[in-house]
């Protein structure tokens, strides 16, 4: 069976250094890897309205925004299929068909969407699109044969569901859709990035966020304020690990040869730790080295960032071109699965003879 990935993000917001590590790095190496027939990468706008419904303009103006964060990191349009959802009218059909195959018992258990609804205070007014999501979500993977869905593990029990999805309904019309298997990050640094101030997570709302757009200065501005470790107040004492951020960051980021080019007194990172839990040195001297570290990583993205901006119509017909080679995919596998379920009317030829025969028999 041909490898087909399926990814993608909610145009919430301009994208940051946490969804870089967990997932958009990530991507760019599968992309290039050679191991996929495809690669999906969709702009889930239909998703992002389920909880923004008063709000479409926020959506509409973060749409050009992910398409440039995607470009920027490496995301090539000639080797990845850029995407809106919206635009593929075959998954909100297909959406509709799934929802005969799930319960409301079965969503109100879905552990992610239990945590969603009370993150987003929904517990008494939950919008019927945000608590059908897992249906949308298989509708996504399914109608483009997806074998592999990179997600966070906090996403299992939606890929989950979608597999029980799956299994329902190639046990009850016919083997059509393929059971996607989830990937999560191997490396523990690349699960989750903190935000700036400590936080468990990177948030628009905190403040606390490092994005792939901002610029040298700010990135830098954001570094010296960076959580370190609240008991470290001189020098000569010893440091914590656990819980500072920059050391976070430095597990995501740093290599052996940052040390040569930016700090050459010490080898690698674990030298570097050691003298910082020992005691003799500063927090502003590690901040230094970080935000060498980070400036590099980001400076071939704000050079292809810059690039793209000169011609905004193209990365929308970038987006355009994507949206419909996704259809064309989508098309045939709803066609399929019309097919299974004896819904292809007018293209059963013979169910037209045989109920034209009926009837003649009548006459």
């Known amino acids: 069976m041909d490898k087909i990935i399926l990814t993608g993000d909610r145009p919430t917001g301009k994208l940051h250094m946490g969804h870089y590590v967990g997932s958009l790095r990530r991507r760019v190496t599968l992309q290039n890897s050679g191991e996929y027939k495809r690669t999906m990468i969709m702009i889930a706008d239909a998703q992002a309205l389920t909880d923004n419904f008063d709000n479409p303009e926020k959506i509409r103006q973060n749409i050009i925004e992910v398409a440039l964060d995607y470009l920027s990191v490496g995301l090539d349009p000639a080797k990845s299929i850029l995407f809106i959802q919206s635009q593929i009218p075959e998954l909100t059909e297909l959406t509709f068909y799934y929802s005969d195959l799930v319960s409301v ?29 897992p249906i949308s979500q298989a509708a996504d993977i399914t109608a483009f044969k997806a074998t592999t869905v990179p997600v966070g593990e906090d996403q299992l029990p ?39 101030d400590g936080k468990a997570k990177m948030s628009k709302s905190l ?27 001189k020098v000569s004492d010893p440091g914590h690990l656990e819980g500072n951020t920059v050391f976070t960051y430095l597990d995501a980021f740093c290599r052996d040869e940052h040390f040569a080019r930016y700090w050459p007194e010490y080898a690698n990172l674990q030298e570097l730790k ?9 927090d502003m001297k590690v901040k230094k080295f970080l935000t060498s570290v980070i400036q590099e990583e980001l400076e071939p993205i704000r050079a292809r960032r810059a690039e793209y901006e000169k011609d905004i119509p193209e990365v929308y017909n970038i987006l355009k071109r994507g949206s419909e080679a996704a259809r064309e995919i989508a098309a045939q596998t709803l ?29």
């Open 207 to 233: 403040g606390n966020c490092i994005y792939l757009s901002d610029s040298a200065d700010e990135v830098t501005a954001k570094i010296k304020t960076m959580y370190t470790d609240p008991e470290h107040l």
């Open 335 to 363: 066609h399929e699965v019309k097919d299974a379920m004896q819904i292809n009317y007018f293209d059963d030829v013979e169910l037209i003879r045989s109920q034209a025969e009926k009837f003649a028999h009548r006459a």
């Open 158 to 196: 939606m890929i989950e569901q979608t597999r029980e999805i799956v299994r329902r309904f190639n046990a009850i019309y016919a083997p059509v859709l393929v059971e996607p298997e989830a990937m999560i990050p191997k490396e523990d640094a690349c699960r989750r990035l903190p935000g700036t």
């Open 274 to 282: 050691d003298h910082y839990t020992r005691g003799g040195l500063g």
């Open 105 to 133: 018992a079965r969503l109100q258990r879905n552990p992610t969407v239990k945590n969603e609804i009370k993150i987003r205070n929904f517990e008494a007014d939950i919008p019927v699109g945000f608590f059908t999501y």
